[in-house]
């Protein structure tokens, strides 16, 4: 299966860089198997075309405006994902649109296209995410990992081979138990 998970985000702009955030979490708390490419598209735009292009899913985490209370997590599939992008939060967007336009044009549309959105608190500039988005990340993932599950990706966590021989993770377990 030729799935990408593409985070999407300006961390210069607060919570702008929570599709981002999302896919850090996701490749550094997991495996998945058969293996999935996942990549921070950070702003880069039309520059992500080739990379996107002839998938069988794209999945993609963002911060999205859809006057959804901060730190909610909206779910978007197929022809609604290019519509959201009508009401940009940055030029990232933007490109992102032109890149599914471009995509659809050329018949390299991904088969399947999922938007895993997170509604931010604050777009002002500065590193870092508000607690309100910053809590967002695990249902985030959680909607990611769900997806991953129905395309027969098995996710495993990295500390799965920790918990069976120490006992679960973040416990020490004296020797000999």
Do not use: Y
Not at 80 to 105: C, M, N, W
Not at 128 to 136: E, F, H, M, N, Y
Not at 160 to 166: F, I, L, V, Y
């Amino acid at each position: 299966m030729n799935i990408l998970i593409l985070g999407i985000g300006n961390l210069l702009l607060g919570d702008e860089g929570v599709g981002v955030r999302v896919v850090e979490a996701l490749e550094r708390r997991f495996i998945l198997s058969p293996p999935v490419e996942i990549l921070d598209g950070g702003t880069s735009g039309m520059a992500l075309m080739e990379i996107m292009s002839g998938r069988d899913s794209l999945i993609v985490a963002d911060a999205v405006l859809t006057g959804a209370p901060p730190g909610s997590v909206t779910v978007l599939r197929d022809a609604e994902v290019p519509a959201l992008f009508s009401r940009k939060i940055s030029p990232h967007q933007l490109g992102l649109s032109d890149v599914l336009t471009a995509l659809r044009l050329t018949d390299e549309f991904p088969r399947r296209l999922t938007l895993v959105g997170i509604e931010p608190e604050s777009l002002a500039p500065g590193i870092g995410l508000t607690p309100t988005v910053s809590a967002a990340i695990e249902p985030a993932l959680n909607h990611v990992l769900a997806l991953l599950a129905q395309a027969g990706v098995n996710a495993v966590p990295r500390d799965a081979g920790q918990q069976t021989a120490n006992g679960p993770a973040g416990v020490n377990m004296p020797p000999g138990r």
